[in-house]
């Protein structure tokens, strides 16, 4: 039986916890300080089902982390590194890891730090609202996509493990592209939407037609450095179609700018900026953004 710990006990890592007890893999969720959570943790799922679990128990925090086969990193971008750090010393030579972020980025500073490690990356789309601390709620389903990073493979156990418990997942040969296009969804939805106080929906609206153009063009060009090859058009047909299919939803990045909460926007648009800077190539409309929500967090 696969060893796997979750940590992070933020919306999405809760869910993928009860996503793996629910196809009978008892996860460990582990705080910040890596200490495995005991308290019963419940989903409402979406047809309204409430299911209460409790997770796997350990009083060992040394013996835990070195017998994880698995350990799933569901912090914010910007936490990613000091969990990274934080556990590497305690996880057995073998252990794999899975960045599961919003944004762009830590993998490139994680990949150096593995010391023969392997490493997937994803991305969800999976919606889910905390009513409490240890009350969650699945709000919509949606694609998560997993792939290969760098290092020894996912063990073909955890692999089909991973897509068969969570819903709508699937592994990409190439996951870089495909994190760069979840990277242009959120970095025009997520800082407009936490600027102007507004739902995903509103987005449809003209006034936003120009800047959500300029992050696309700007996205693409650096995209390009990369080597990772984009349309403008097909992202930018992606882009309104995530805002139609979550017209209501608040964007993680509006919920954090309204619980006074920092943003992953330097993951996200700021990701782009260093990028360009990096490549001399221009970047106004990201770095606007950029500037406007720093201003919003420096007011908390
Ligand atoms: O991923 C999201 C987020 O809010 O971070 C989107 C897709 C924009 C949905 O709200």
């Known amino acids: 039986m696969s060893r796997i710990g979750i940590l992070g006990a933020g919306a999405v890592g809760q869910l993928i916890a009860h996503q793996l007890a629910s196809a009978g893999t008892l996860p460990f969720l582990l705080d910040r300080q890596l200490t495995a959570i005991t308290e019963p943790y419940s989903l409402t799922d979406l047809n ?61 500073e994680v990949a150096a730090l593995l010391d023969g490690r392997g490493l997937t990356l994803g991305t969800t789309s999976q919606g889910a609202l905390r009513l ?9 389903s949606g694609l998560t996509q997993l792939g290969h990073c760098t290092g020894p493979a996912m063990a073909p156990g955890l692999k089909t493990l991973l897509l068969s418990a969570i819903p709508g997942s699937e592994w990409v040969e190439a996951i870089l592209p495909a994190l760069w296009q979840k990277l242009a969804v959120n970095a025009c939805i997520n800082p407009l939407t ?84 990096r490549h001399s190539i221009a970047t106004p409309t990201n770095r606007a953004l950029v500037d406007a929500i720093h201003t919003l967090e420096r007011r908390f």
Request: glycine content about 10%; some cysteine.
């Open 194 to 277: 936490a600027i102007h106080g507004i739902c995903n929906g509103e987005l449809a609206d003209n006034a936003y037609q120009a800047t959500i153009a300029g992050v696309l063009r700007e996205l693409v060009e650096v995209a390009r450095t990369q080597g990772i090859e984009l349309q403008e058009e097909s992202l930018s047909a992606r882009v309104y179609e995530v805002i139609r299919l979550t017209a209501a939803n608040r964007s993680s990045m509006r919920q954090d700018v309204d619980h006074k909460r920092k943003t992953e926007i330097d993951a996200i648009n700021g990701y782009l900026v260093s990028l360009g800077h």
């Open 132 to 140: 409490g601390k240890h009350d969650l709620k699945q709000t919509g």
């Open 48 to 108: 309204g089902n409430r299911n209460t679990l409790n997770f796997a128990k350990s009083n060992d925090k040394q013996a835990l982390l070195g017998e994880l086969d698995l350990l799933i990193i569901t912090v914010k971008a910007y936490q990613v590194i000091d969990a990274v750090t934080g556990a590497l010393p305690g996880l057995s030579p073998h252990c794999h890891l899975l960045l599961l972020h919003n944004g762009l980025g830590p993998h490139e």
